[in-house]
């Protein structure tokens, strides 16, 4: 019997068969390390560092399906990476004529911090892709429902009206922050060049002259920004993808806790569009995207805090520091992939029940506009008397179970007054439809 691929992702439906998944496997990130090393010779030989034919026999061996993944993970303990067994794979493939030309002058933490922010950015691009149909799957439904009137809900109980057009427009406001700094991450990744210590020392020994133009053209072969100095212990990069990626797993988070609540049984505002089965009730519809969803937020901010704890980085390459980084960031980057893929089908299909959120308008006969009523009824009443009074009648609503409206229509202070206008929840959503309209409008 064969072992299983480690990156079946059996225990991790959220991400398993997600774009994500397939951008950060063992065989991307192995992509990844070659391309470095051959984008790293190719420059060499466009500076005059190394003969053309080197780099195109580095680029020539360097695709992935030529070594052994698993050979490389199993070698990578002696040396506590991966890289310093690809090399000699590398080298070897290449042939003895221009074996030396790989990996000159840099050192194993160029390659694989370089090969991390490409799998970084190429990951960041497919979320970003789901990103923009979320957010246009919510808008949507913003748009849609910008009247649909239901129960505004704080601290678990009715409060006062809102729209569920509202509630649509403040996921996509989530999402499009999340957008954003995802974006601007992505945009900022640098390649890493700094040799063994940080001071490019090697890369002078083989007579470049310049190394800053040499480290600017490495980073612009491989579509990064070229980085201000060698970050071996210097790990904003890091920082930011740990931070861009915690907030969108909130974001989205955020959306699944909305729709747990709401797709509840008893409340049944909202619903999947296709629920999950369950392995002994067949009469069940699991929000399987939102419970999925749900637990990628709750696991994000733990794995950024690991990569925030390994800012501390002593000495010029630390000891654990950098190696404590790799599986959670990889992990970061799966988790929020399959979270933005299930966000997805989850908001594209969701199915709004406005008329259940209407008539849970209704479930506290009319308590829901009590604070409406303080304040309308005190120019009438004045201010004590129409505290007073609303605090009574809504004891004998919650009692006697009568609407709040028809009590309040026995009082003759109030036979003039319009009490079906000011009882009705639905017109008292105050500007959530301007609000929604003014969200809508954010690009």
Not at 56 to 80: N, W, Y
Not at 193 to 205: D, E, K, M
Not at 339 to 359: I, S
Not at 371 to 389: D, Q, Y
Request: proline share 5%.
């Amino acid at each position: 019997m064969t072992s299983p691929d480690p990156d079946t992702g059996l225990f991790a439906p959220g991400w398993a068969g997600s774009p994500a998944a397939s951008a950060t496997a063992d065989g991307a990130h192995l992509q990844a390390l070659l391309d470095a090393e051959a984008a790293l010779t190719r420059v060499q030989a466009r500076l005059g560092l190394a003969p053309d034919a080197a780099a195109d026999a580095v680029t020539e061996a360097a695709h992935a399906d030529r070594f052994d993944v698993r050979s490389l993970a199993e070698r990578a303990r002696a040396g506590g990476n991966p890289v310093i067994p690809l090399v000699a794979d590398l080298t070897k493939a290449v042939g003895e004529e221009y074996g030396p030309y790989v990996h000159r002058g840099a050192t194993s933490q160029d390659i694989l911090d370089t090969a991390t922010m490409l799998v970084a950015a190429r990951t960041l691009g497919l979320l970003l892709a789901d990103l923009d149909r979320v957010q246009r799957a919510v808008a949507r439904l913003a748009a849609e429902h910008r009247d649909t009137a239901m129960p505004g809900r704080t601290l678990t109980q009715h409060a006062v009206p809102t729209t569920f057009g509202l509630k649509a427009a403040g996921w996509r406001v989530l999402v499009l922050d999340a957008r954003d700094r995802v974006a601007a991450v992505r945009d900022s990744l640098p390649a890493q060049l700094g040799g063994a210590a940080g001071t490019l020392a090697a890369f002078t020994v083989y007579g470049t002259e310049d190394t800053q133009a040499l480290t600017a053209a490495f980073a612009s072969e491989l579509g990064l920004r070229a980085p201000l100095l060698p970050w071996h212990t210097l790990r904003t990069p890091i920082a930011d993808l740990a931070g861009c990626l915690a907030f969108t797993a909130g974001a989205l988070g955020k959306i699944a806790a909305d729709v747990l609540v709401l797709g509840r049984t008893e409340i049944a505002e909202v619903a999947e569009g296709s629920g999950g089965g369950s392995s002994a009730m067949p009469h069940k519809a699991n929000p399987v995207r939102a419970t999925l969803i749900a637990a990628a937020a709750r696991r994000a901010p733990q794995l950024a805090a690991t990569l925030y704890g390994s800012l501390a980085a002593e000495d010029e390459r630390p000891a654990g520091a950098w190696h404590a980084e790799w599986e959670p960031l990889r992990d970061l980057l799966r988790l929020v992939g399959g979270a933005a893929r299930d966000t997805v089908e989850l908001t594209e299909g969701l199915q709004v029940h406005g008329d259940t959120m209407r008539e849970h308008l209704d479930l506290t006969h009319g308590l829901i506009v009590s604070e409406r009523l303080s304040a309308e009824l005190a120019p009438v009443l004045g201010r004590a008397r129409a505290k007073a009074l609303l605090t009574e009648l809504a004891k004998r609503t919650y009692a006697e179970g009568l609407p709040l409206g028809e009590l309040l229509s026995r009082e003759p202070e109030l036979k003039d007054v319009d009490l079906g206008e000011l009882t009705d929840p639905a017109r008292y959503t105050g500007s959530a439809g301007a609000l929604t309209d003014r969200a809508l409008e954010r690009p």
